[in-house]
């Protein structure tokens, strides 16, 4: 994250991956893959925890011969992000809009266009998402303590809140997919820089499994 590079684990330990200086003007963040191994994530924008004023980020690609590129530019801490739609679409949160946004994707190049709101959140800050079989985003609210699955539009169909604690990740998975792994932190913003041991996994059932899951044969 501080050290703006992905780094890939490997049999013999881990790889420097890519290289994101000169193109993330922030930490690093959120993260996704697509089939054909290219790598979209976010960055902070920002000196987050030093004080500065919040600025715009890019939303960088990462090709299949490591080499880098803007893929949205000016957003609002692009952070938690997921491919669906068979690839033909991509979203990601911008927390400091309160917003997730949906862009077309092209399957052949990767390319992002047409960005529109997929969700407006009203007052809650979205940081990772995750996404399910029926298409809806389980998001976490950082700043409301609360992980919300939301279709397009924002309609929200579930509610999973953890009183007095941040809402930070979450993804699904367990043995039928089904499983709500919530990563939460019992602190405010500054503690994390502080490096307060109040992080936790939390899990919760859910109706809709993961996109990812498949069942044994």
Known sequence: MVNRKILKITEDGLEEYADL???????????????????????????????????????LLVETDRSVRVAAKGLDMPNGVVIKDGGRALVIAETWSNRLTLFDRSIDDGRLSNPRVYADLGERAPDGICLDQQGGIWVSCFNTGEFIRVIEGGQITDRVTCPGKRAVACQLGGADGRTLFCCTFAGEIDEIYNRKRAGAIEVVRVEVPGSDFVAAA
């Open 21 to 59: 200086h000169g193109f993330a003007t922030g930490d690093a963040n959120d993260l996704v893959v697509d089939t054909d191994g290219r790598i979209y994530v976010g960055n902070i924008g920002y000196d987050l925890f030093g004080g500065e004023d919040p600025a715009p980020a890019d939303l």
